[in-house]
């Protein structure tokens, strides 16, 4: 092989990774938009409540939901088409059902997520402001960023989020497996398998399928 053909494959190799960087944009954003209630408490609380008892739940519906999530993607990428144009092919009355869900999910995960981050917000604030109030602050900053910065100013915001996030993580699963059940040693996990934990699994397996939609 030749200096020149080396030099040509490491360019290319070069080029595949920027690709993958430059991919890595939309990724981290999506994964960002995904992050909610069922990750910031739902998931932390269920490790605090029920410990390891729910882990292999986890494990199975990630393995469940998985090829759905896959299937969509692989939709995309083998025909060229959105999920919305096969819908259409479909059908017209397909197209209208997605359509529906899609908008009520649409006003629905906003209200909640707008709320979520405003009560957050009030705890940061040294000063008491209403729900609503604070709600409005939360969504006129985020139409700030968007109007000033555009898809940049979101996508670096996200990456950092997410940057954030992943530390915080990793430094807590760290923190608590060098002290273990420390603060309360006596501590007895109930049992995750009663009618009064339903509820609350639901919400974690909501989280699951959210993470779901970035990995596939």
Known sequence: MTDSTTT??????????GQLVKML?????????A??????????KAGAIYGWQLAIL???VNLLKYPFFRAG???????????IKGYDNMGRGYLWVFTGLSVVSGIVNTAALLLFSA????????FTLSLPLLSC????????????GHYKALDALSKLIMAVLVVATVSAVFIAAMNGPAAAPDYQAPSAWSIASIGFIVVMMAGCQHRLRYLA
């Open 8 to 17: 040509e494959a490491m360019q290319d190799r070069r080029l595949s990774v």
């Open 119 to 126: 009560s957050l917000l009030g705890y940061f604030l040294p």
């Open 25 to 33: 944009g939309p990724g981290i954003m999506m994964a960002t938009a």
């Open 58 to 60: 986890i494990l199975v």
């Open 73 to 83: 993607v692989q939709y995309t990428m083998g025909t060229g088409h959105s999920l």
């Open 137 to 148: 602050v939360v969504a006129i900053a985020c139409l700030a960023i968007l109007f000033a």
């Open 35 to 44: 992050v909610g209630g069922s990750h910031l408490v739902a998931s932390t």
